[in-house]
């Protein structure tokens, strides 16, 4: 079966650091994204991952480890903007599909 | 202007109405998506096509069908709705295995 699990919520403090994590099993792997979602909004794309590692764009990053499954996003210099959901989706199967996580919903406060 | 666009925005309908809901890209993609979010349940893909006349069936299609008769347009209809297809529709375009970029939403509402 196809499984990808987030936690649900998380909370964090103005000018932290959060790291929203991600394990994913899926019938096989062609790449996994992060979407930032505001309530009532359309999924934006923050990052792509198909190569084990770290990839950094600005005050985000991303890590994936293909061998465990495992994959986090790091939200440095928390702003208040920030609060949203972030969903994890993974690029899987013949007709690479994007398979999406329920997703996780970060607070930030003050 | 947007480049992916959805109408309606939001729809009160009853059971066993037929709805459609349309969406347009100015992006120039091949690929285009529908799909419905759940609260606790993330998008779910319903239909998805990669070329004009090409059609395939996501992880929920029962109940829904789609329409790609151009490049830029790609139209999802509940044939006769019902309450749990009460949701918010996205639809998305990408070029490939890239990034996929989403429309507005439709909330549907199915009494």
């Known amino acids: 079966g196809q499984n990808i699990d987030q936690p649900t919520e998380m909370t964090a403090t103005e000018g932290a650091i959060v790291q929203i994590n991600c394990t994913y099993q899926?019938?096989?792997?062609?790449?996994l994204f992060w979407y930032q979602q505001h309530a009532g909004e359309a999924p934006t794309f923050l990052s792509y991952n198909v190569l084990d590692g770290l990839e950094e764009k600005g005050r985000f990053s991303s890590f994936l480890s293909r061998s465990k499954g495992y994959s986090y996003l790091l939200l440095k210099e928390l702003q208040m903007k920030d609060s949203a959901s972030y969903l994890c989706a993974v690029l899987s199967g013949g007709y690479n599909k994007l398979i999406f996580g329920a997703g996780t919903r970060l607070a930030v406060h003050p | 202007d947007a480049d992916v666009t959805q109408t309606p925005r939001n729809r009160i309908t009853k059971t066993g109405k037929r709805i459609m809901l349309e969406c347009s890209q100015t992006?120039?993609?091949?690929?285009m998506y529908w799909y419905r979010q759940d609260p606790g349940l993330g998008l779910r893909l319903i239909y998805y096509s990669f070329d004009v006349k090409d059609i395939n069936k996501g992880e929920i299609s029962d109940g829904y069908s789609v329409s790609r008769q151009a490049q830029a347009k790609f139209s999802l209809s509940l044939e006769s709705a019902i309450p749990n297809q009460t949701a918010l529709y996205f639809c998305?375009?990408?070029?490939?295995?890239?990034?996929?970029?989403f429309g507005p939403g439709t909330r549907l509402t199915v009494l």
């Open positions: 998305a375009t990408s070029v490939d295995n890239l990034e996929q970029f």
């Open positions: 992006k120039g993609h091949d690929r």
């Open positions: 899926t019938s096989g792997f062609n790449g």
